[in-house]
């Protein structure tokens, strides 16, 4: 048990179709993060969030738009993709603001995510 | 072009045996993490190396941090079917952002 959980944790939809993806923390942190892992990539940074506050945006379609209504919950909503964005979703929490360079990140288990 | 690139990427071999995995890059990086991720589940930490040419050991796991702190290397010593599992290094650079290998994914059979 890491903490952190997802949900759902597997997905299809199709391309006109809107969803969200959930992840929620118990752990008392105050970053959360969304990834991407597909087959043919590393893991990708999407988007970060420190305090509430959306810090990172890694250059994301906005056909992802994702949500953080309190330091507990993240939400990853889905609309309109396309084929190429199925792959496993991973939302992480981590400590910010310690020593750089020294954050542990604690992942989810995922959402296996399939757009037809 | 990755930041970090992982060698090799796919290792198979038999319970017992040793094995390096590498994780290379022409960057510098304030520290390195080594993660396990298991199917169907999240990457999990196994050490973060801070320090250039810095060792450290988890049982049968040996992590260490290039002098230059541009590489890392993991060593497995006797490895067992429970180590089976995608490794994965993840560096922290410039902006505090975590950038990942494309991992090694390490299958040992019985």
């Known amino acids: 048990e890491t903490g952190v959980t997802q949900t759902p944790r597997h997905l299809v939809m199709g391309m006109t179709n809107k969803k969200s993806l959930k992840c929620e923390q118990h752990l008392g942190h105050n970053a959360m993060y969304w990834y991407k892992q597909s087959a043919k990539k590393p893991l990708e940074l999407m988007f970060v969030y420190n305090f509430k506050e959306q810090t990172e945006n890694n250059s994301v379609p906005s056909r992802f738009s994702p949500e953080c209504p309190n330091s507990s919950h993240l939400f990853l909503h889905l609309h309109t993709l396309q084929p190429e964005d199925s792959a496993l979703y991973l939302c992480a929490s981590g400590l910010a603001g310690g020593r750089v360079g020294e954050e542990t990140q604690y992942f989810g288990p995922g959402t296996r995510l399939l757009v037809l | 072009t990755q930041l970090l690139e992982q060698s090799p990427q796919f290792l198979s071999i038999q319970e017992g045996e040793n094995l390096t995995v590498y994780c290379n890059s022409s960057s510098v990086f304030s520290s390195l993490q080594w993660y396990r991720q298991e199917p169907g589940e999240g990457p999990v930490l196994l050490v973060t190396?801070?320090?250039?040419?810095e060792v450290k050991k988890l049982k049968r796991l040996t992590f260490q941090f290039g002098d230059a702190r541009k590489d890392s290397s993991l060593h497995i010593t006797a490895a067992q079917p429970g180590d089976t599992g995608l490794y994965l290094c993840?560096?922290?650079?410039?902006?505090?952002?975590?950038?990942f290998g494309g991992g090694t994914r390490l299958m040992v059979k019985p």
């Open positions: 190396v801070v320090t250039g040419g």
């Open positions: 993840a560096g922290y650079a410039a902006g505090n952002m975590l950038t």
